[in-house]
């Protein structure tokens, strides 16, 4: 191994990490190497009221870097911790907050040094973006701590008792029962590969029984806010794990046991996510296929009954629409074919009113406007389990541009399914049982667990 010293510094302006890596030439190591030492900026850091010198680690620490495909070594901590630590000042506007999860941050670093992950990362830009996205949900300092530790006890020999010692007694709780569930999620892995049965009916009922069990063991909501924000960035990652085999039974055990929990906490954004992304894996033809027909609807045929109902918004208690598009995996549970999907089917059309009466006037004017289909399902006055509250309704849209020549075929009205709701109530629908703790309307402990359970998703 030949060439130069490559200097690469990992300085946010809150920390400093300078790191230096020895470049290679081809052919690279699968791993290499590097020492980080302690490097404190004394710049940026009065701005916000912090001192440099508070957030010098005290470790000197090796950290493993598998190079990529061109030989290059990455390392992409650097400003995942600026992100992170900016969304928890942000959030919090609490130094304290910020200087703990930041010793969160070197104490993952240190426990996760010699670890990589099969995107040639180092593995702790994984429990990083964890928390990034717990952070970005405004969850509360420990959630946020919890999900960059939440692997340390389970993979790098860390203790509790470290954890409770540094960090409280409240994230030693949350990271042990984040360990129980990864304990139990890898029992149930090795007991459906030995055992060799494989009917459909079996593992309906056997992911039923581990989804009950998920919510009996826990004791705190935020640990399945951890277990589903660590399961979905797995999934974002998935496709670098090298077996086949073991992706599909990630992206099976996802659809049986992690999307439909996401459903019955109310969080419809991580839930269509992770069902997405799974079924790209265990059904990457049909996936395929249904997201090409639903671009096609969405280029071709949407842009009429929209701009129609964007003039009525106009003169309605609207403040805004939105657009919501089904999951693949949804639509093909529908159990039909894609030449029978008509434009409901892809798409629903959100209205944003300002208040609950208001969407009850916007519903009456709405039916003035556009004939009414079927039913109108009021979960404002009955909300689901879940808490999830809206006004449903299909109306036919005529479009509302004209065939530009004469002799052009007039398009027909199309079948639009409708939501309305006010801003908080779309905030719930999209995060649930996040929004419903942040509303202070749920607990986080056993009984707010117990309060989800039986549920269905939207």
Known sequence: V?????????????????????????????IRTVRARPHALRTSCSARGYRAEEFEPQETFEVNIRPDSTGTARLTPRRQIVSLLRRVHNTTDSAEDVRRVWDACRFA??????QVR?????????????????????LDTSSIITGLLHDTVEDTGATLDQIAA??????????????????LEMRKALASSGRGDGTPSREERDAENLRKLVLAMSTD?????????DRLHNMRTLRYVPSAASRA??????????????SRLGMSAIGSELETL?????????????????????????DAPLAALRAFASTSQVDDIKIKAASPYRLSRLNISTSELHLRHFFQVILIAPSRAACYQVLGELHERFRSVGEIRDFISTPKPNQYTSLHTTVLVPPWSQPSHPTAKKPRPAMMDIAIRTRDMDLTGELGVITLWQ?????????????QEGQEGQ
């Not at 670093?109 to 010699?114: A, D, F, M, P, S």
């Not at 202070?440 to 117990?450: D, F, K």
């Open 2 to 30: 030949g060439g130069g010293v490559l200097w690469m510094t990992l300085c946010p302006p809150i920390l400093g990490l300078l790191v230096v890596v020895e470049s290679f030439t081809a052919p690279p190591p699968i």
């Open 109 to 114: 670093i240190w426990r996760h040094r010699k």
């Open 278 to 302: 799974s079924f790209r894996q265990t059904q990457p033809e049909m996936a395929a296929s249904l997201l090409r027909a639903q671009q096609r609807f969405h280029y071709g045929r949407i």
């Open 118 to 138: 099969w995107s040639g990362e180092p593995y702790v830009s994984h429990p990083l973006e964890v928390a990034s996205i717990m952070a970005a949900h405004k």
């Open 166 to 183: 540094r960090f409280g007694e409240d994230v030693a709780q949350l990271v042990d029962g984040v360990t129980k569930l990864t304990k």
């Open 439 to 451: 509303l202070g309307r749920v607990g986080v402990g056993q009984e707010g667990v117990r309060g």
């Open 249 to 262: 039974r990630k992206a099976r055990e996802t659809l049986a046991i992690y999307a439909p929990l996401a």
């Open 221 to 229: 909501l935020r640990v399945l806010l951890v277990k589903l924000v």
